[in-house]
Each structure stands twice: as structure tokens, then as C-alpha cells.
């Protein structure tokens, strides 16, 4: 049974940090992405990273900020978090993905979600 658990998420005033981690379990993916999901809002891609993580992506309302990695020793994909806004307040899933530079539609397993809340 293939499994995503997110962990990490919580409340932090603006400008904190806070780091995600997602425990993969059942199987690997080649790539593997943090997604977020605001309240009446569409679902968005947040930030990607290959096998290897030498290649990373990120949403342009996020570079600078957060960082993807991952630990396949660990099967455990993370995003770290700083100088958080108000408006980075949604649900956070990751996910994970047998294509190398997948769309959104190749991602084909989903976590359970994790809420961050950053308050003004």
C-alpha cells in the first residue's frame, strides 16, 4: 500500500519558518512536489524536485523562500519555509510521481494534507 503522510505544518506569525516533511512509504517516485490549496481557491504547484534533487522548481510566489529537498535514504521529501506571509496560509500535500518532469496530472499519489496557518 502506497502511502504520502505530511507532517510539520502549524500556526507562525509572519516572517517565521516552518518545515514540511512527507514520509513516502509502498514506493519511490522519481519526482515528488509540494502542492497547496487555500481556502475557495484551486489547487497550485508549490515546488518539484527530481530523483536525484539536483533539479528543483518552484512557483514564483515562492522562490527565495521555501526550499525543496529530499532524502531518499528516507523516502521523505521536505520544504523548508522562511519569511512566511499571510497569503502562504492553504493546505500543503505533497506528492510524488513515476514521470521525471511530471505536469500536475502525473502525480498520481497524494498525502492527506497538512494546514498552514501564518498569521499577520
Known amino acids: 500500500q502506497v502511502q504520502l503522510v505530511e507532517s510539520g505544518g502549524g500556526l507562525v506569525q509572519a516572517g517565521g519558518s516552518l518545515r514540511l516533511s512527507c514520509a513516502a512509504s509502498?514506493?519511490?517516485?522519481?519526482?515528488m512536489g509540494w502542492f497547496r490549496q487555500a481556502p475557495g481557491k484551486e489547487r497550485e504547484f508549490v515546488a518539484g524536485?527530481?530523483?536525484?534533487?539536483?533539479?528543483?522548481y518552484y512557483a514564483d510566489s515562492v522562490k527565495g523562500r521555501f526550499t525543496i529537498s529530499r532524502d531518499n535514504a528516507k523516502n521523505t521529501v521536505y520544504l523548508q519555509m522562511n519569511s512566511l506571509k499571510s497569503e502562504d496560509t492553504a493546505v500543503y500535500y505533497c506528492?510524488?510521481?513515476?514521470?521525471?518532469?511530471?505536469?500536475?496530472?502525473?502525480?498520481?499519489?497524494w498525502g492527506q494534507g497538512t494546514q498552514v496557518t501564518v498569521s499577520s
Open positions: 506528492a510524488g510521481s513515476s514521470s521525471y518532469r511530471p505536469q500536475y496530472s502525473d502525480y498520481a499519489y
Open positions: 509502498g514506493r519511490t517516485f522519481n519526482a
Open positions: 524536485i527530481s530523483w536525484s534533487g539536483v533539479r528543483t
